[in-house]
C-alpha cells in the first residue's frame, strides 16, 4: 500500500504514469525527428540569371549555397577565344569571397559591384558556381 491507497489503485496510478510517459516519449520522438525547418529560416532567392562556374580563391571552404552582392570586379585579362579572366569579390555571410572564373564578356558580362548572386560552393577546394539573381 503506497500513500493509503489499495494495490489495485496504487496499480491504476502506476499504470497512468506509465502511459502518460510512453504518450510523452512518442510525441517528443516525433518532434525532434521532424526534418521541417520552422521558424525564421532565410530563404535563397531563385538565381535566374548568368551563370558562371570558377573557384573561391581566398578562403578554406565547404559546400554550401548561400546569398551575395558583387563588391568588385579586378584582374580580367584576355586568355583568347573571346574568353576573359576575372577575380569578383562576393560579399557574403562569410565574409568576402574572391571568385575566380573565366568568361565570354559579350555574352556574359562580369559580376558587377551590388550584383545580386546566388554562391554555390560545391567542394572543399573551392570550385563554385555563381548565379546572378535579376
Same mark, same amino acid.
Given at each position: 500500500m503506497v500513500f493509503g491507497m489499495t494495490d489495485k489503485k496504487t496499480t491504476i496510478v502506476i499504470a497512468a504514469i506509465v502511459l502518460v510517459g510512453i504518450v510523452y516519449a512518442v510525441w517528443a520522438v516525433g518532434t525532434l525527428k521532424n526534418d521541417v525547418p520552422t521558424g525564421n529560416v532565410p530563404k535563397i532567392p531563385t538565381? #535566374? %540569371?548568368d551563370l558562371f562556374d570558377g573557384k573561391i580563391t581566398n578562403k578554406n571552404v565547404a559546400p554550401v549555397k &548561400?546569398? %551575395? #552582392? %558583387?563588391?568588385?570586379?579586378r584582374n580580367c585579362v584576355s586568355i583568347g577565344? %573571346? &574568353?576573359t579572366d576575372c577575380h569578383a569579390g562576393i560579399k557574403t555571410d562569410m565574409g568576402v569571397l574572391d571568385f575566380n572564373y573565366q568568361h565570354d564578356m559579350v555574352r556574359k558580362p562580369c559580376i558587377a559591384p551590388n550584383d545580386k548572386v546566388v554562391v554555390e560552393i560545391l567542394d572543399s577546394s573551392g570550385n563554385a558556381k555563381v548565379q546572378k539573381v535579376y
Open positions: 538565381a #535566374t %540569371g &548561400l546569398e %551575395g #552582392t %558583387g563588391v568588385y570586379d577565344n %573571346g &574568353l
